[in-house]
């Protein structure tokens, strides 16, 4: 048997704007998948990422990366890391 095993991180989407957010929503990549209450994105392929609404999302998907983990969750019950920027919203 060949089991495939994934490495994710999930953090708080308080580490987004809420602009992001909205915009992520109809966004190809690097989201992969969205819903009402959290975005998974894709974290192993770093491409530059251009659009400034975007640029938040850089150091989330270094820290997934630095850790090995192929995949980004930002959840609103995920955690918030205290040595990343936060947002009210």
Not at 9 to 31: C, R
Not at 47 to 58: A, F, G, I, S
Not at 61 to 69: H, K
Request: hydrophobic share 40%.
């Amino acid at each position: 048997m060949t089991i495939e095993i994934h490495k994710t991180l999930v953090l708080s989407t308080e580490h987004i704007t809420a602009p992001t957010a909205k915009y992520m929503e109809d966004l190809p990549w690097p989201v992969v998948m969205t819903n009402e209450y959290a975005f998974r994105l894709v974290a192993y392929d770093p491409q530059p990422m251009e659009d400034p609404l975007l640029k938040e999302l850089e150091p989330l998907l270094q820290l997934a990366r630095d850790n090995d983990c192929g995949y980004l969750i930002l959840d609103c019950d995920g955690p918030v890391e205290a040595d990343l920027p936060t947002y009210d919203w």
